[in-house]
């Protein structure tokens, strides 16, 4: 049986230019769907954030990109906590999959794997 899951993530982008949001983002997008063995019919609709310091280009620019064509989309910034890691896009993405909870994969990448090193492998 199919349900609605959750999949989280983030990817530390190298420097606020529209070239390495992109590309960072497309790793992000590309491993959360490799992980967890989805397409984008799978995939419902993703939340994208970005640091405060990440401002030259919409991440979901990347997932149209890899084909998402039809998935809904959003891009937020997210909270100025002073110390939090700089340059960081995260995506929550809502999917249908026949997975349990405990077999989603959640892909945090480069510098952004401080941030769940209990779920990086």
Known sequence: ???VR????????DADERAAI??????????????NGLTTDDVISVI??????LTAEFPAVAARKLGFHDVPLLCATEIAVPGAL??????????????????IRHVYLRGAAALRPD???
């Not at 959750?6 to 982008?13: K, N, R, S, W």
């Not at 992109?22 to 992980?35: G, I, K, N, Q």
């Open 1 to 3: 049986m199919r349900r």
């Open 6 to 13: 959750a999949v989280a993530g983030a990817v530390q982008v």
């Open 22 to 35: 992109v590309e960072a983002t497309m790793e992000l997008v590309a491993e959360t769907m490799d992980r």
């Open 48 to 53: 994208f954030t970005a640091t405060p310091d």
């Open 86 to 103: 700089p340059r960081v896009v995260r995506l929550l993405a809502h999917v249908e999959t026949g997975r349990p909870r405990s077999a």
């Open 119 to 121: 779920v990086v492998p």
